[in-house]
């Protein structure tokens, strides 16, 4: 039996909770009133899951209500400590004071009661748009918890000058955080309006609280294993699964290479394969390669989702799941697991609920007690 189990957080998925109102909007409606939710990040710490940003459709007496999309005003956690199914999951809402954001990077930080790091994404609707400000959700280790702007930067003035970022591909380790790529426009900081690719990768050390942005030209544990790369994924691989580090690997999948000097357009923007793989050590920045074989993802494939699990004894597994093309402006509704270290693709049966995009998937681990 697997020891883990993939949630996901798919657009059409029902999640909502019985007691909520008809009639009135609420970022938990009632199971019948929701539709979707989508564009949200989300994370495990301890025993709950924690969602953020993203927008939702309901219904509202009865009929879907004509503006397109509503923002979701908080944080939502769920316990995972207990069974549920979509339909009678209990949702908790916590309170915000940032404005919600579609897709926002985030580095979960699990010292102490946990927590994690929000930054970049579009603000929802375009609504309440500011400047780059990085916020920080400290979780309290009972499902709630609270936001703080974050200025603890232990050199602030290098933060001061980083655009704030949207569908760059993220990652963390138990104690840095990654973010390489994306691109900026109106949506995602003030003062910008044609939507320009952002060129190298920004590292976080949780612990020291720096803050640096490398290009690929730099040498050393800063340089950026990409030019420009948009819409990727990147996924830690924890040492002692397969791959030779000591300190485990990101593995970055997908999205597009840019144009820096002009407006980015993914249509026309050559896609990253998903035979020739590219991993970096996140001590020391070293780059590789590693040439895959089996079920090939077809690409350009971007904003998709990933997570993965350790095979006991064996090796990682990462399970990747829809995602977009745009040169063909089509959706994929297939998964794939890549199991290393023996770098195989392969295609996993369809799931039924059709193509999804910018959604998010993490890995939830049971441990069974022997009765
Ligand atoms: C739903 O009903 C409430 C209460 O009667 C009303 O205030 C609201 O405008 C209605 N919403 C729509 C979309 O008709
Ligand atoms: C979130 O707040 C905005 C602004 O007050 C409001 O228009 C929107 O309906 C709220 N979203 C939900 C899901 O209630
Ligand atoms: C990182 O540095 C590059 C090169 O100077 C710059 O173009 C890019 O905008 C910077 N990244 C961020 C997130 O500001
Ligand atoms: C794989 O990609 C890297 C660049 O990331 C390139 O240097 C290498 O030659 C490629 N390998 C093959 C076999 O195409």
């Known amino acids: 039996m697997f020891p883990a189990r993939l949630a996901s957080l798919f657009g059409f998925v029902l999640i909502a909770i019985p007691a909520a109102v008809q009639g009135v909007r609420l970022d938990v409606p009632r199971v019948e009133d929701f539709v979707r939710r989508w564009n949200v990040a989300a994370t495990v ?17 009865g009929t879907i209500d ?18 549920w199914t979509t339909s009678d999951v209990s949702i908790r809402t916590i309170g915000k004071p940032n404005a919600p954001r579609n897709a926002p990077m985030i580095w979960t930080d699990k ?27 400290s979780a309290d280790g009972r499902g709630g918890g609270s936001w703080s702007l974050f200025q603890d930067f232990a050199n602030p003035e290098a933060f001061k000058i980083l655009l704030s970022p949207e569908r760059g ?18 949506w995602t900081q003030l003062g910008f309006t044609d939507t320009q690719a952002i060129p190298g990768m920004v590292s976080f050390d949780m612990r020291t609280k720096e803050i640096s942005n490398g290009t690929a030209n730099d040498a050393g544990s800063n340089r950026s294993p990409f030019e420009t790369l948009i819409g990727a994924r990147a996924h830690f691989i924890p040492a002692n699964t397969g791959t030779k580090s000591h300190q485990g690997l990101i593995l970055v ?37 590693q040439i895959a074989t089996g079920d090939i993802p077809p690409y350009p494939r971007a904003h998709f989702c990933v997570t993965g699990f350790a095979v006991a004894g064996v090796g990682y597994d990462v399970f990747i799941f829809g995602g977009r093309n745009e040169a063909q ?42 009765h």
């Open 66 to 83: 004509e503006a397109p999309v509503y923002q979701v005003n908080s944080t939502l956690s769920i316990d995972i400590s207990t069974s």
């Open 253 to 289: 999948l997908g999205g597009h290479r840019s144009y820096v000097d002009r407006q980015v357009s993914l249509e026309d923007s050559p896609g990253f394969d998903f035979r020739n793989l590219s991993f970096f050590d996140p001590e020391t920045g070293e780059r590789y390669w």
């Open 111 to 137: 010292e102490g009661t946990g927590g994690f790091y929000s930054w970049g994404g579009v603000f929802s609707l375009g609504r309440s748009v500011t400047g780059s400000e990085m916020w920080k959700f």
């Open 45 to 61: 710490i301890g025993d709950y899951v924690y969602i953020d940003g993203g927008e939702i459709n309901q219904f509202e007496n």
């Open 329 to 370: 402006q089509s959706h994929y509704d297939d998964a794939y697991i890549l199991s290393l270290p023996g770098f195989v693709w392969t295609l996993f049966p369809t799931p039924p609920a059709g193509p999804r995009f910018f959604q998010s998937v993490f890995t939830i681990i049971f441990t069974m007690n022997p």
């Open 169 to 186: 591909a993220y990652a963390n380790t138990d104690d840095k955080g990654f973010l390489i790529g994306g691109s900026v426009w109106g």
